[in-house]
């Protein structure tokens, strides 16, 4: 365990399904990030969370929510998902930006 | 545009056999550049932090150096345990720091 974990591991969702992401983080950090991965892709920023404040939306679809109740916690909210949505979905924390741990991911597939 | 490229995409070598992977990106605005090792089916797993030409960094088998416009992870006798994808990424800045990934290089190494 890095000290970031992320439920569910797996997740499979019809395109009109609503489901949610879950990243806990007690490791006194105060940043949070959402990445997604794809196959032969860069990983690619998706949201900051800097005390709580979302500080960058990186041009992410509306069917993607963040929610940061506080500063261990971030959910991401899924809502009429594409098949193009599936993906590894990384949530990520750090203090002063010199280190970034990651979690595990959540695979999520969207049928 | 900050652009961070990896190479070779893929990589197979016999145990023992060391090698190199690279790692170039452009320049303004660096402040940092990062590697990671990541498992299939789990988040990135932090390895080294670089901020400067001429540092260079060391974790068993492998050495991270940085140049003015590229670093390289070495991986001396390696070993099959050390199979992964090593990803790349600069950390360019802005109010929160976000980190800009390469596509990675996988790792094979055969026993």
């Known amino acids: 365990e890095t000290g970031v974990t992320q439920t569910p591991r797996h997740l499979v969702m019809g395109m009109t399904n609503k489901k949610s992401l879950k990243c806990e983080q007690h490791?006194?950090?105060?940043?949070m990030y959402w990445y997604k991965q794809s196959a032969k892709k860069p990983l690619e920023l998706m949201f900051v969370?800097?005390?709580?404040?979302?500080?960058e939306n990186n041009s992410v679809p509306s069917r993607f929510s963040p929610e940061c109740p506080n500063s261990s916690h971030l959910f991401l909210h899924l809502h009429t998902l594409q098949p193009e949505d599936s993906a590894l979905y990384l949530c990520?924390?750090?203090?002063?930006?010199?280190?970034?741990?990651f979690g595990s991911g959540t695979r999520l597939t969207v049928v | 545009e900050d652009q961070v490229t990896q190479s070779p995409e893929a990589l197979r070598l016999q145990e023992g056999e060391s090698s190199s992977l690279n790692c170039s990106y452009t320049?303004?605005?660096?402040?940092?550049l990062f590697w990671y090792r990541q498992d299939p089916g789990k988040g990135p797993e932090f390895l080294f932090t670089?901020?400067?030409a001429g540092e260079e960094k060391e974790k068993e088998r492998l050495k991270a150096t940085l140049t003015k416009k590229e670093s390289f992870l070495h991986i001396t006798a390696p070993k099959p345990e050390d199979s992964a994808t090593y990803l790349c990424?600069?950390?360019?800045?802005?109010?929160?720091?976000?980190?800009?990934f390469g596509k990675g290089t996988k790792l094979s190494v055969k026993p």
């Open positions: 990520a924390s750090t203090l002063d930006r010199r280190g970034y741990t």
């Open positions: 990424a600069g950390h360019y800045g802005g109010s929160q720091g976000n980190l800009i």
């Open positions: 320049v303004s605005g660096l402040r940092g």
């Open positions: 670089l901020y400067s």
């Open positions: 969370y800097n005390f709580k404040e979302q500080t």
């Open positions: 490791l006194g950090h105060n940043a």
